[in-house]
């Protein structure tokens, strides 16, 4: 049927028929509040900003579209989340059809796992996994968020469900139509949120090994690094956050409050909640959370950026240089030269065309530099954080931003390897690797 | 005498000492117009500005110091224009010493030459290259400007050698007071400098090729890769000053004007002279000229920046990556795979260093993004231009700026090589390569 397609072909096609799919859902004139239908770009803006789980919006999302407009968008989150091979997957195996190689691939080259054997039962503890952390994360919500049924059971639900669902899957949407702002004093959402975003930020990989190994020495050396990266832009992202805002935005609340709210922000650098609007931080603050989304989650989440693996791996490279080491050692293991340079050219990748689109887009829009370097940056990592630019954007700006979200969810690497045809042996060989990108 | 002491940190130890005797020659009280004598920051600043051929200025060159202090600065621009080693075997050859082999390695790291054979030869032809071409410019710059004899022959004489120096080496030094903006409607003033400028950031080997070889297919490919990069970085530059600021800056000039101001301003970039301010230019552009500044001159040149190599290489590997080939081919030929590497990791440790620097800058300064940004690029560059917050700077972010372009004039790579101690077969065998950083 496909004979003629590569898989990596296959797997961006999928991903754009889902997205129009999406697209002419959210056309229809029930889906949106106002009379008549949303907009052929609003709703191809909303479907791919949900399906590459990034969170940017040209309209805001509770008012604008109704509960069916809600639930399609609630949808194309956990169908992003999830991967579309791994629905494709579990779909085929309810059916009681086999799962063939190049299918295999596809999962692989989707999810970046390091190897095809056992695919099927893999996904199916992801998809438990997934159903299971978001089913607790529904509970919590419930329970923290009392008036949260004043609407109705069928709006509580959804209200708790769509949250739950964006967070773990860093999808960044909101149903208060002011992002978690309205749960700023909210200390146990604060907590959830954060320990959600932390687990879908780390990738199923290290997930499964968490639950699996739970000792630091046993765990691989891809989740060790995957772990003290995470770890260490965590922390410097909350100390800094502390200090710049000290006497800010955290001015007027309790320490432990300061603290939460720290992590908080730190933590949601990939999912794209804030609690404080973008514009109310100070700039080196919003400077930083510009390289933090760069840097953006780990391989095999759901989140982009250029990967915890791939600034660990370049930091570690450049130290190595320094010290004048040829090879690239952590906690006594050598990263993989091929690895090595994977990282640095992601990196100049991802950087160029970073900067490529912010000139592009600040001749075309006249907007200022830093909101644009911002939001072209929070596409390019799906984080969904803005300064406040997506809805002044015109319409070959929200273009521009729509396809630089669905690049950032592909990644730059594989959309590579998608134009060029897929080299399976490539994807053999990194069988013992660090992930990167 | 020097044997504890490694080349490379004998190097950097000389450029130290160098910058030292500047800056003390530069606070004694006769140097400045003011009574008593320059601060030891504004001595050690300027000094390392001029000895770094950055151009970043915290006084204005033209009233705050006095003939003498204007003599100290050119000779200073001279010195870090051709190179310590380049002056120091001219010194011993002319006294009659050997010139031994640490020494030879040292000229090669210096000024990034291909191999040490003929390396007294070499330098001489550097010199007289250097000081025929400064001539013709100070030539130029006396038949141009008939009103420079107005103060006598002597300061007549300062003006148009400093300017030729300054603008051969890329230093962006002035005795205006406000770069070349008076000679702004000069389109003689403005065709010279953009020669001498665009000579001076080619590198000793791509001119001495230029001058021997003259025809392109027999051009090396170090050659070829810089005049390709230069020539189009010249060009998309020139058309985007010229499409951005038509209606801006350039509205009231003849298209002639129009044409030469654009391709002055895309050339001397890697010198830091300006004939409009910086702050009068569109965002865009300013955003552009981060972008140029940070790819820099050529290797072997006066210039900083990551090299026109560096880009060339980095676009035309990952190029490959996207055609799906293995090796990185231009013209012909293959660029080696060692060379590549170096390429993207100079663009990241870079990258990484002009994050770092701004974000600390931003954090103690509390000054905006873009101009904190624009002047850390400036200095790691060693480029000069600035959105004027060279002079607003603490003493803090002052240090910060001089030891950039101090890190900016050795260049990030020798550096590192300097702090893990020389590999002369590192050196060796660089010798078919095309030079990065
Ligand atoms: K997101
Ligand atoms: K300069």
């Known amino acids: 049927m496909f004979n003629n397609i590569k898989p990596g072909q296959l797997l961006v096609i999928s991903y754009a028929l889902v997205d129009l799919v999406g697209t002419l859902l959210l056309t229809l004139p029930f889906a949106s509040t106002n009379p008549g239908s949303a ?185 060790r690094l995957v772990l003290l990266v995470t770890g260490i832009i ?44 973008v514009l109310e931080w100070t700039e080196p603050f919003i400077f930083l959370m510009i390289l933090m989304m760069f840097v953006g989650a780990s391989p095999g989440s759901v989140g982009g950026g250029v990967k915890t693996t791939t600034l660990g791996t370049t930091v570690l490279a450049i130290w190595s240089i320094v010290r004048g080491k040829k090879g690239v050692v952590i906690f006594e293991r050598e990263i993989a030269p091929e690895s090595v340079t994977k990282a640095f050219t992601v990196m100049v990748i991802a950087g160029m065309l970073a900067a490529a689109s912010t000139l592009v887009l600040m001749t075309v829009e006249h907007l200022p530099f830093m909101p644009i370097l911002f939001e072209v940056v929070s596409a390019l990592a799906t984080v969904g954080l803005s300064m406040g630019v997506t809805v002044k954007l015109s319409a070959f700006g929200q273009v521009l931003i729509g396809l630089l979200m669905f690049v950032g969810r592909i990644g730059v690497l594989t959309l590579i390897v998608v134009l060029t045809g897929i080299d399976k042996r490539r994807l053999h060989y990194m069988k013992e690797d660090i992930l990167i990108g």
């Open 234 to 277: 965590s922390l410097v992202g909350s100390i800094f956050y502390f200090l710049t805002e000290y006497s800010n935005t955290l001015a007027s609340v309790p320490l432990t409050h300061k603290i939460v709210t720290s992590l908080f922000q730190a933590v949601t650098r990939t999912a794209g909640f804030t609690t404080i609007p």
């Open 39 to 223: 907009t052929l770009l609003e709703a191809w803006f909303t479907a791919t900003s949900a399906l590459t789980v990034t969170g940017l919006t040209v309209v805001t999302t509770a008012e604008y579209w109704t509960f069916f407009g809600h639930a399609v968008i609630l949808v194309l989150m956990q169908i992003g989340g999830l991967g579309l091979m791994v629905l494709a997957t579990i779909t085929l195996s309810m059916l009681g059809l086999k799962i063939h190689l190049g299918h295999r691939v596809l999962i692989v080259q989707d999810r970046n796992y390091f190897n095809m054997s056992g695919v099927v039962r893999l996904v199916r503890s992801i998809v438990l996994l997934t159903l299971a952390l978001e089913g607790v994360g529904a509970v919590l919500f419930a329970l923290l968020l009392p008036d949260v049924w004043s609407e109705g059971l069928i709006p509580g639900l959804m209200f708790v469900v769509f949250h739950a669902v964006s967070a773990f899957n860093g999808a960044g949407f909101d149903l208060t139509g002011h992002s978690l702002e309205p749960f700023r004093y909210n200390m146990g959402i604060n907590l959830a949120v954060i320990v959600l975003v932390l687990l879908g930020s780390l990738g199923y990989v290290v997930l499964q090994e968490l639950f699996l190994v739970r000792k630091w020495h046993k765990l691989s050396l891809h989740s």
